[in-house]
């Protein structure tokens, strides 16, 4: 059911990354000609948060799953770009996905080693990482750049997971954004 969820969520959001234009301006003949530049500021208020919001999650994740490849290669981790890859992928799932993302290379690190000190070296390189870049690096990268407290990210993360699964947890962050912007430009909301 979540592989499905999250197929359906990913053709989706192709298919209107593909038509953006003329969802906007459905959206736009919706709302009405009196609400016309209201509705504009909004959706370029919200694209340009969620895109910068994107991108810098992007550089963090793309430069995490290097450093983690270049710290297994180290270690001496067999396919150490593949399981910084997966990292990378996985760390777009907040709050769980780099525990997610963690088991593989240290199952893998246990089975093929004689000991474990590969494996508990493998977690350890990827937790203290992780607790690092979290609590030292991302607040001051993301800030309050997408308008939202942390509190009120956590409460969204929630909110959106309970109603969505895993999709509602990897989409809280761009939902809630939109959310804050709507409530900004129209007061009714």
Not at 58 to 80: D, E, R
Not at 114 to 122: I, K, N, P
Not at 151 to 175: K, R, T
Request: glycine content about 8%; charged content about 10%; proline content about 4%.
């Amino acid at each position: 059911a979540a592989f499905g969820q999250a197929a359906f969520s990913f053709v989706l959001s192709i298919f209107m990354l593909l038509s953006k234009s003329d969802l906007a301006d459905r959206v736009l003949r919706i709302l009405g000609e009196s609400q016309m530049t209201v509705a504009t500021r909004a959706m370029n208020d919200a694209s340009v948060r969620v895109s910068r919001y994107l991108f810098k999650q992007f550089v963090l994740n793309f430069s995490f799953g290097l450093l983690v490849s270049g710290m297994l290669v180290v270690l001496g981790l067999k396919y150490a770009f593949l399981w910084g890859f997966l990292i990378f992928l996985m760390r777009y799932v907040p709050y769980i996905g780099i525990w997610l993302g963690v088991l593989p290379p240290a199952i893998f690190a246990f089975a093929t080693s004689s000991d474990s000190y590969l494996a508990l070296m493998t977690i350890g390189v990827i937790v203290v990482m992780e607790l690092i870049l979290n609590n030292a690096i991302e607040p001051f990268v993301y800030g309050h750049s997408h308008g939202v407290s942390e509190v009120a990210q956590l409460i969204s993360a929630a909110v959106w997971s309970f109603l969505w699964g895993p999709i509602g947890l990897i989409l809280a962050n761009p939902i809630t954004t939109c959310l804050l912007v709507l409530g900004r430009h129209a007061p009714a909301f």
